[in-house]
Antibody, heavy 123, light 109 residues
Framework: EVQLVESGGGLVQPGGSLRLSCAAS????????MSWVRQAPGKGLEWVSA????????YYADSVKGRFTISRDNSKNTLYLQMNSLRAEDTAVYYC????????????????WGQGTLVTVSS | SYELTQPPSVSVSPGQTARITCSGD??????AYWYQQKPGQAPVLVIY???ERPSGIPERFSGSSSGTTVTLTISGVQAEDEADYYC????????????FGGGTKLTVL
C-alpha cells in the first residue's frame, strides 16, 4: 500500500524558514517523480514544486522560485521542501504527491497524495 | 504563466448529469486529468489521459476532450459526488509541468 506522510509544518514568522518532509512507502521511491502541492485556506490547489525520480531535474512555480528548494533522499525514501523567506501568502496545507512516471516530459497525473501538513506564516 | 479555466460552481439534482469544463490553450497537445476533493481530504484522481478512469472510480465518471476544452461528466449524480473538482495539465513548453484549474464546486441540490 502506497503511503505518503508529511511532517514539519507549523507556525513561522514572516521571513522565516521551515523544512517539510514526506516519508514514502509501498512503492519504489526512486522510480517516480514527486511533487508538492499546496492549498491555502478556502482556496484551490496550487502546484509548488516537483523533482524527477533521480533528483536530477527540479521544477518550481513562479511564486516560490528562488525561495523554496525541493530535494529527495532516495536511500531514505524521503522528499523534502526547504522553504525560506516565508510570506503570509505561503500559508497553506502542503501536500506531498507521487507522480506516475520518473521523468516529466509531458503532463502526468499525481496518483497518490499524503494528508498534508499545515504551514502558517504569521507574526 | 499558463492557466486552466473552470467554472466556479455547478449545481445539479440527484440523478441528473453534471458537466464540468476546463479550458486551456495547450490542451490539444497535453493530456488533462481530473481530481475530486471532499472537505478535509486529499484530492483523488478520477480521470486520467482525458478520458480514462482509474480502478475503483465509478463508471458514472467520464471525461472527454475537444480542442482547447476538456469536460468531466458525472452521469446519474449522487449526493456523495458533492465535492470540489480540479482539472490538471501542463503547458506546451514543459516550463510548468503541473498546472491546476481554479476548481469547480459541485453542489447536489
Amino acid at each position: 500500500e502506497v503511503q505518503l506522510v508529511e511532517s514539519g509544518g507549523g507556525l513561522v514568522q514572516p521571513g522565516g524558514s521551515l523544512r517539510l518532509s514526506c516519508a514514502a512507502s509501498g512503492f519504489t521511491f526512486s522510480s517516480y517523480a514527486m511533487s508538492w502541492v499546496r492549498q491555502a485556506p478556502g482556496k484551490g490547489l496550487e502546484w509548488v514544486s516537483a523533482i524527477s525520480g533521480s533528483g536530477g531535474s527540479t521544477y518550481y512555480a513562479d511564486s516560490v522560485k528562488g525561495r523554496f528548494t525541493i530535494s529527495r533522499d532516495n536511500s531514505k525514501n524521503t522528499l523534502y521542501l526547504q522553504m525560506n523567506s516565508l510570506r503570509a501568502e505561503d500559508t497553506a496545507v502542503y501536500y506531498c504527491a507521487k507522480a506516475t512516471a520518473g521523468v516529466v516530459v509531458t503532463a502526468i497525473p499525481l496518483d497518490y497524495w499524503g494528508q498534508g501538513t499545515l504551514v502558517t506564516v504569521s507574526s | 504563466s499558463y492557466e486552466l479555466t473552470q467554472p466556479p460552481s455547478v449545481s445539479v439534482s440527484p440523478g441528473q448529469t453534471a458537466r464540468i469544463t476546463c479550458s486551456g490553450d495547450a490542451l490539444p497537445k497535453q493530456y488533462a486529468y481530473w481530481y475530486q476533493q471532499k472537505p478535509g481530504q486529499a484530492p483523488v484522481l478520477v480521470i486520467y489521459k482525458d478520458s480514462e478512469r482509474p480502478s475503483g472510480i465509478p463508471e458514472r465518471f467520464s471525461g472527454s476532450s475537444s480542442g482547447t476544452t476538456v469536460t468531466l461528466t458525472i452521469s446519474g449524480v449522487q449526493a456523495e459526488d458533492e465535492a470540489d473538482y480540479y482539472c490538471q495539465s501542463a503547458d506546451s513548453s514543459g516550463t510548468y509541468p503541473w498546472v491546476f484549474g481554479g476548481g469547480t464546486k459541485l453542489t447536489v441540490l
